[in-house]
């Protein structure tokens, strides 16, 4: 029998099975994640975000199989063919797989040939012929001949057909197939006949094979892709058939070794023998083959989907988390070269203040002119920051922005060039042609790059988190689990940070705990109405917000400059009797003890935990105390560019730039050097040292230092590395190049891993 529920949980997520029963309650009863690992530490026992995310995970597959688990049991009871021996076996799967291989035999099915063929009476035959290969087919046969079934062939066609469905159905069986196939198998790829030149980004496959289990999922998305467009031909092969010139008349290969021994056929030169090793051969070729290598290749892109998934959701974690201008008067520039670049000025909060339109670079080269537009806008509004997409013409209007920073040194202005991914799709959005009904659609994707520069997370709340573009094939993954992973991420990032509830946005507050997008959109109206709530109590006035919506919410929306000091922090409502406590204890009054670290420190936990508040929540409001409604974003920094290095062709071997990481995936990290197109650092050239994931050197936003080590300037590649000390050598194999002697040798004995390289720049994205 398997362990309950809570117990499996326990185990996978390294916790006791009453910290997992506890969780459990909390999230039935409608509490978030982010509102359970935060506020109910001591419910839990101290359960991470991390953990309570697995949980919710894990709980939901849990749940179904059990209710699968039950309506097999049923099913089977009521055809009366339950025996004890395989309840025990459905009581004992752990997994909807094995479930679904026990249950298959008991499936109503179609009108088969094997149902037709035990219809006609043949199954006798069938398991005469199995257990007796000293009987002669043709003769065993013509005792089965009837009114349907006129001769030998047909009557032996049928005992084929019953004995291919039983051996197909044999669970015992088709697991250790299953398993031997998943460790063993390779995955052949070669192009298709005449689509060489169309499937060119698909080179690197055109005649390729590699071992399944060792496959990254950056590859198999990548050749996934190359089969569905019609490039590719992908074949699941066994490693004797990789080495096999025909397998048309091949030896038994070892899937089909196994379904003899199973059923004890052998080759000993009987009547029936031959017989027999032809059933089982057809019943691999035709019917269990099909079936596993389907399932493989599903789960092949199951389990890429899931690690694309990761990339893509790490990605957003650190854009969402990306360090913040903070609240500065900032113009957003959006290039463009005939329409002109579009110029937005927004204050400290984000809101419009300005806009205009300019044409610096060709056809009309109005340069002074536009200078002169904005110095005067700068001057109008005391800009500090200049905010610039990074699409066509971002390196020239760079340039724009460096002149103008010299122009007006008094403002002490800084430029940054931002991604714009996304901000096409905000322009175009119902949200943004709500709150600027009146612009283009191009002056509000400069509102949009101004604003992401103030904020990263409160702008890109706004915009549908595919549309950002910092995943890993992410428009082949299953959309809607990419979507409910992005989900998560949103929700926790926003919760980490807190929200200004007096500013935030609808998209931002629904992100909250505990708010829903009616509730979100019911505080903004309440605010616009009756002006910035001074305390977070007020919440409660707003429509559909009911004590238990409050409760999960509250903690993480700050009120600044309110009537309660603690409510512009994270120390939770049902906390602040503890904090009179606090205060009561040390005499003195709340504003004396903010930020008062000394005081602060020398609290002991326990001398304060009581039967409601446990020593974990004491430490996290001590500590919120110390430094009230911190920030866990890094500080602001900036890349620069290289002056006269603004395409691919400016590019030399051995140049040592500034860069912005973009995209994070399993094979490296994308680095933007400002020439419209991102350079790759492969995960062996990250740093002077072995690492499995590149996050553990980077992640989206770094400003890095990269040298260059390839361009290819046709394919629009650049190879770059973070170990300065790497020499460029354009014959050079870059995936050894870049290796440390130890790491070239384990790669030599690999012959999978060395076209690790050239995958990874097949993957290469172009920027768009």
Known sequence: ??????????????????????????????????????????????????????????????????????????????????????NIQLLSADNKQRLEDLYLPFKQKRRSKALIAREAGLAPLAEQLLANPNLTPEHAANAFLNADITDAKAALDGARAILIEGFSEDAELIAKLRSHLHSQASSKTSVIEGKQEEGAKFTDYFDYHEKISAMPSHRILAILRGRNEGILQLSVLLPEELEATSLRNAPPNSCEMRIAERFGVQNLGRPADKWLNDTVRQSWRTKIFTSLEAEL???????????????????????????????????????????????????????????????????????????????????????????????????????????????????????????????????????????FPELDVSIRGAVSIARRLQDPLAELVKIDPKAIGVGQYQHDVNQNELAKMLDTVIEDCVNAVGVDVNSASVPLLSRVSGLTATMAANIVSYRDQHGAFAERKALLKVPRIGDKSFELAAGFLRVMAGSNPLDASAVHPEAYPLVEKIIAKVGKNIGQII?????????????????????????????????????????????????????????KLEMVLEGVVTNVTNFGAFVDIGVHQDGLVHISALANRFIKDP?????????????????????????????????????????????????????????????????????????R
């Open 1 to 86: 029998m398997l362990p309950s529920i809570h117990q499996r949980i326990a185990s996978e997520i390294a916790c006791r099975p009453a910290q997992v029963e506890a969780a459990v309650q909390l999230l039935d009863d409608g509490a978030t994640v982010p509102f359970i690992s935060r506020y109910r530490k001591e419910v839990t026992g101290g359960l991470d975000d991390t953990q309570l995310r697995n949980l919710e995970v894990r709980l939901s597959y849990l749940r179904e199989l059990e209710e699968r688990r039950s309506a097999i049991i049923s099913n089977i009871t009521e055809q009366g063919k339950l025996s004890p021996a395989l």
């Open 297 to 435: 290749l599903s789960q092949l892109r199951e389990q890429a989907d899931i690690e694309a998934i990761k990339v893509f959701a790490s990605n957003m974690k650190d854009l969402l988390l990306a360090a913040p201008a903070g609240p500065k008067v900032t113009i957003g520039l959006d290039p463009g070269l005939r329409t002109g670049v579009k110029v937005a000025v927004v204050d400290r909060t984000g809101k419009l203040l300005d806009i205009a339109t300019i044409y610096p670079h060709e056809p009309r080269k109005a340069w002074n002119e536009s200078i002169a537009t904005l110095a005067a806008l700068a001057k109008k509004h005391r800009v500090e920051l200049i905010s610039i997409g990074n699409g066509t013409a971002s390196r020239e209007t760079d340039k724009l922005a460096i002149e103008l920073i010299k122009l007006l040194p008094e403002l002490a202005m800084q430029k940054l060039v931002v991604s714009e991914a996304g901000a096409s799709v905000y322009s175009a959005s119902e949200l943004a042609a709500k709150e």
């Open 595 to 651: 930020g008062d670290s000394t005081l602060l420190k020398s609290l002991n936990p326990s001398e304060l935990a009581d039967v409601q508040f446990g020593i974990p929540t004491i430490k996290d409001i001590l500590s919120e105390l110390e430094k009230p409604g911190r920030d866990p974003r890094p500080e602001f920094k900036t890349a620069s560019f290289a002056e006269g290095v603004e395409k691919i062709s400016d590019l």
């Open 695 to 767: 996050r553990e050197v980077v992640k989206t936003g770094d400003v890095v230092k990269v040298k260059i080590l390839e361009i290819d300037v046709p394919r629009k590649r650049i190879a770059l590395t973070m170990r300065l000390t790497d020499n460029a050598t354009p014959s050079a194999d870059i995936s050894k190049q870049s290796m440390t002697p130890k790491d070239r040798k384990i790669v030599e004995r690999q012959p999978e891993a060395q076209g690790a390289m050239a995958a990874a720049l097949a993957a290469l994205k172009t920027k």
